[in-house]
């Protein structure tokens, strides 16, 4: 079973429904994008059994939770902060496995506009974003400071990062789909494995 959360191993009789499983992980099925070895499920398919779907050593459930697909500013003080609707680890492992998902290009190929990773407060504008914090709770920021003196912090966040925060809501609109296909790809090269070196026990075998 693999989530945004990880991924876990277990065996199952071939007449368990694909319901039952989602359940015994407590998986909100409701929620996500819900597949099983990269077929999308619908309500019907969730009453099938194992058998039903023609699983046979192994198969793989997904299911990638939906994120609220925009980041906001919150203003506090002296500074704006960015909080982006995606995790930074989550924007991490795009970074490695898909580069490409972080950039928005012309017909040219040139890139206008891309997020990447970094430390410290970050940075956003017209031409990028660099996420380098995150919230307790994961969610990657950028901090922008603020002048005093400033008196209209929206409008003055507005005049450096209006076109970055588009850009960056386009792109975030697109991260569930990437980090759906990621953990695909990352599920089948587990699957390559077997013997007293894996991990996630020898009933892959």
Same mark, same amino acid.
């Given at each position: 079973?693999?989530?945004?959360? =990880?991924?876990?191993?277990?065996?199952?009789?071939?007449?368990?429904?694909?319901?039952?499983?989602?359940?015994?992980?407590? %998986?909100?099925?409701?929620? =996500?994008?819900? $597949?099983?070895?990269?077929?999308?499920?619908?309500?019907?398919?969730?009453?099938?059994?194992?058998?039903?779907?023609?699983?046979?050593?192994?198969?793989?459930?997904?299911?990638? %939770?939906?994120?609220?697909?925009?980041?906001?500013?919150?203003?506090?003080?002296?500074?704006?902060?960015?909080?982006?609707?995606?995790?930074?680890?989550?924007?991490?492992?795009?970074?490695?496995?898909?580069?490409?998902?972080?950039?928005?290009?012309?017909?040219?190929?040139?890139?206008?506009?891309?997020?990447?990773?970094?430390?410290?407060? =970050?940075?956003?504008?017209?031409?990028? %974003?660099?996420?380098?914090?995150?919230?307790?709770?994961?969610?990657?920021?950028?901090?922008?400071?603020?002048?005093?003196? +400033?008196?209209?912090?929206?409008?003055?966040?507005?005049? %450096?990062?209006?076109?970055?925060?588009?850009?960056?809501? $386009?792109?975030?609109?697109?991260?569930?789909? +990437?980090?759906?296909?990621?953990? $695909?790809?990352?599920?089948? +090269?587990?699957?390559?494995?077997?013997?007293?070196?894996?991990?996630?026990?020898?009933?892959?075998?």
């Amino acid at each position: 079973m693999t989530t945004t959360a =990880g991924r876990k191993s277990e065996m199952f009789d071939a007449e368990t429904k694909i319901r039952e499983i989602f359940n015994h992980f407590g %998986v909100d099925y409701g929620t =996500g994008t819900n $597949t099983i070895d990269g077929v999308r499920l619908d309500t019907a398919g969730f009453e099938k059994t194992l058998a039903q779907w023609g699983a046979k050593e192994e198969c793989r459930l997904a299911s990638i %939770v939906k994120m609220d697909n925009a980041a906001v500013v919150d203003l506090t003080g002296a500074a704006a902060v960015v909080v982006s609707s995606v995790k930074l680890a989550d924007w991490k492992k795009v970074e490695e496995y898909r580069p490409e998902a972080l950039k928005i290009t012309d017909d040219k190929d040139e890139v206008l506009f891309r997020v990447m990773t970094g430390k410290g407060n =970050g940075s956003i504008d017209k031409n990028g %974003v660099v996420f380098g914090a995150q919230t307790n709770n994961g969610y990657a920021t950028v901090t922008m400071q603020l002048a005093d003196s +400033v008196k209209d912090k929206k409008a003055a966040v507005k005049k %450096v990062a209006a076109a970055g925060l588009s850009n960056l809501k $386009t792109i975030e609109d697109g991260i569930e789909a +990437v980090l759906a296909a990621i953990a $695909t790809d990352e599920a089948n +090269v587990d699957a390559m494995f077997r013997g007293a070196g894996n991990n996630e026990g020898e009933e892959n075998a």
